[in-house]
């Protein structure tokens, strides 16, 4: 098993797509920029989805605009539709991701429609992006619980996974968008979605709002899964998820993986600097508890 584990850094999106005050165009570049200097090979720069429903990502041309697409960063966005992708491709894009969900009624809320005709939707603007030669993820959110509906059966998530899969998406991303998650759930989770695909297909990622995120990671880690999503000072949410909080910071799981011996080709003084540049900018502290250890012996001047 590969001891190599990569990071993908989505707190350009996932973080920043909750915040009430929104961060401008250029702090988004600034912020993308210091990211890939520390390292991350795959950061999520934004989300092409109805500014109406998303007004905080309605700037995602303008920042792609500012980004080398073409070099050594993959910078995959958000699609929700076909209206979508063409803007994705418009705007140059190697990489999208299209995102379902394991329960109907959080789908609902998200992209206005459930899960069934958001497969159906989705499966052209797979081919589509496929075709002119972009990557494809899929994420599959609320895979362990949903704000609606309470319990999601593990067999759901499975089989939405199967089906974005077998559409076309190369990587699914396990999301925990309410943070409900454990580690013996990540492990029932991982088993049961692994007996359909092949691990090395796989991402975990985790909210961290009842504060078992990293925690998951490990485990999910530990069972050999080697793509997992994080954010930059643990910024994040879903605007359609009420009360959720952050995802697990990249810090710590930088922090982590250095702990397990597996390797990420990511500087994480680096990381915490972007992270507390970001965190002051929207007037905050870091929600990770690896960039608030450098910040104490920094300032203890060890
Ligand atoms: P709708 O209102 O049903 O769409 O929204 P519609 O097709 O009826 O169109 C309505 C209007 O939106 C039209 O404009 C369209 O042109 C426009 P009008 O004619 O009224 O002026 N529109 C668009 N504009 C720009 N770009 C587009 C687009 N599509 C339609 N792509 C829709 C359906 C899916 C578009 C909407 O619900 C939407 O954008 N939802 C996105 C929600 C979202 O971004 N949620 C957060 C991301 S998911 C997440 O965070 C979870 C994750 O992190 C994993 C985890 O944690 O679990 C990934
Ligand atoms: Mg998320």
């Not at 069934?116 to 797979?126: E, F, H, K, M, N």
């Not at 949903?146 to 089989?159: F, M, T």
């Not at 997992?228 to 009420?242: N, Q």
């Amino acid at each position: 098993m590969s001891d190599f584990v990569t990071i993908v850094e989505v707190g350009p999106r996932d973080g920043l797509q909750n915040e009430p005050r929104p961060l401008a165009t250029a702090d988004k570049v600034a912020l993308i920029r210091r990211l890939a200097a520390s390292g991350l090979k795959v950061i999520e720069a934004g989300a092409l989805v109805s500014p109406r429903a998303v007004p905080q990502m309605a700037d995602t041309e303008a920042v792609l605009q500012a980004l080398e697409l073409d070099g050594a960063q993959r910078y995959p966005v958000l699609v929700p539709n076909e209206k979508g992708l063409q803007r994705a491709l418009a705007a140059g894009v190697r990489d999208i991701a299209v995102f379902a969900a394991a329960s109907d009624s959080f789908s609902q809320k998200n992209i206005g429609c459930d899960v069934a005709a958001s497969l159906r939707r989705y499966r052209p603007v797979v081919e589509q992006a496929r075709a002119a030669g972009c990557r494809v993820r899929g994420y599959v959110s609320c895979v362990m619980g949903c704000p609606y509906e309470g319990v999601v059966p593990l067999a759901r998530v499975a089989e939405v996974s199967l089906a974005l899969a077998e559409m076309g998406c190369g990587e699914i991303s396990l999301g925990d968008t309410i943070g409900r998650g454990n580690p013996r759930l990540t492990r029932e989770l991982i088993r049961t979605v692994a007996a359909e695909l092949p691990l090395s297909r796989l991402a975990v990622h985790f909210h961290d709002t009842w504060g078992m995120a990293l925690a998951n990671v490990c485990q999910a880690l530990e069972l050999g899964i080697r793509t997992v999503d994080s954010a930059v000072a643990g910024l994040g949410g879903c605007p359609y998820a009420p009360g959720a909080s952050g995802n697990v910071a990249t810090e710590d799981v930088l922090v982590l993986c250095q702990g397990l011996g597996l390797s990420t080709g990511v500087d994480l003084q680096a990381v915490a600097e972007a992270g507390w540049w970001v965190s002051e900018q929207l007037g905050r502290a870091p929600a990770s508890r690896a960039s608030q250890a450098l910040l104490a012996r920094q300032h203890a001047g060890a």
